[in-house]
């Protein structure tokens, strides 16, 4: 008998941690926890006594319940809260999934990301799903118009293969953005990114700070560029104990999903995102807001 009950004791114990973790990546991660992963590093040619603190939004997926238009404004607030001299924003501001019971849709987005605040200003650029469809996957395609006016509206400037001088101090640098990747324009199966026209227009030799909203183009990035910043993985969404994100390391490649990565000089931050897009799911990813500090030693530091 009690050989009998240790065998079903051991047989349900598989079946109820699967559940708990399911609940929790569903109910809990997703929904509960907002991190601050903050990046510190001085690019090289970066000038000397420039110090330029961003804050950088992605993927936020919105649709409720997961991402109602309240919760984006409150991470617009804790965006706010750390005092960035730019708010940068790296697309895909429509629903990832089907999982969702009201559309959050492109006005209700444009005014809770109204609320941002910073100096030298808001960029974005757009993702894949602002393209593929409307405010749900569901919803046919109107062209980016929706959230693009919305966007303007909110005070944001969206950036597509196009580039904008700031200064700091008397200090000059750009801001690049970079039409999405696989925006599938007209049906051509092709981008909308244009890098050579993008850093065509970057006028002189001050740093550029990239924003694109897939990794996919950084091999591609010259070492003209200082930083690029990205979001689209998710950070992998989905991390399994000991393996990581399997799927996300299978999409992208290993070095293309999460975190800071250097090659050669060039620097690439990939951010974890703030949504979810398949399904409406996180594990050991949690939903994350990137501040950047150029200028500051190099390092990183969760917060």
């Given at each position: 008998m009690l050989d009998r009950r240790r065998f079903l004791a051991r047989g349900l114990t598989l079946p109820i941690l699967g559940a708990a973790t399911a609940a929790y990546a569903i109910g809990v991660e997703p929904n509960f926890f907002l991190q601050v992963k903050r990046y510190l590093l001085t690019p090289e040619g970066w000038p000397p006594g420039l110090v330029v603190r961003f804050a950088v939004i992605s993927d936020l997926h919105a649709g409720?319940?997961?991402?109602?238009?309240?919760?984006?404004g409150k991470i617009c607030l804790a965006a706010n809260a750390l005092a960035p001299d730019a708010v940068l924003l790296l697309g895909d501001f429509n629903a990832g999934?089907?999982?969702v019971t009201r559309a959050v849709d492109s006005q209700q987005?444009?005014?809770a990301l109204s609320v941002l605040r910073a100096p030298l200003g808001c960029y974005a650029v757009l993702?894949?799903?602002?393209?593929?469809?409307?405010?749900l996957?569901?919803?046919p395609s109107d062209g980016t118009v929706a959230i693009r006016r919305a966007l303007r509206q909110a005070g944001i400037v969206v950036l597509e293969n196009d580039a904008v001088a700031l200064s700091m101090d008397g200090r000059k640098f750009w801001i690049v953005g970079l039409g999405d990747q696989l925006a599938d324009v007209a049906g051509r199966g092709t981008g909308a990114d244009d890098l050579d026209g993008a850093?065509?227009?970057?006028?002189?030799?001050?740093?550029?700070v990239l924003m694109a909203h897939e990794p996919l183009i950084f091999p591609s990035v010259p070492r003209r560029v200082a930083l690029?910043?990205?979001?689209?993985t998710h950070g992998g969404q989905v991390n399994l104990p000991?393996?990581?994100?399997?799927?996300?390391?299978?999409?992208?490649?290993?070095?293309?999903?999460?975190g800071h990565v250097e090659r050669g000089g060039r620097h690439l931050i990939v951010s974890g995102g703030l949504g979810e897009s398949i399904i409406p799911a996180r594990f050991m990813r949690p939903p994350e807001l990137v501040e950047v500090v150029l200028g500051a030693p190099q390092g990183e530091a969760d917060g």
């Open positions: 409720e319940p997961f991402m109602s238009a309240e919760r984006i999934h089907y999982f987005i444009g005014e993702g894949n799903h602002d393209w593929w469809h409307g405010p996957l569901t919803s850093l065509a227009k970057v006028a002189d030799a001050a740093p550029v690029t910043l990205c979001g689209h000991l393996l990581g994100p399997v799927v996300g390391d299978l999409r992208f490649g290993r070095n293309l999903v999460y």
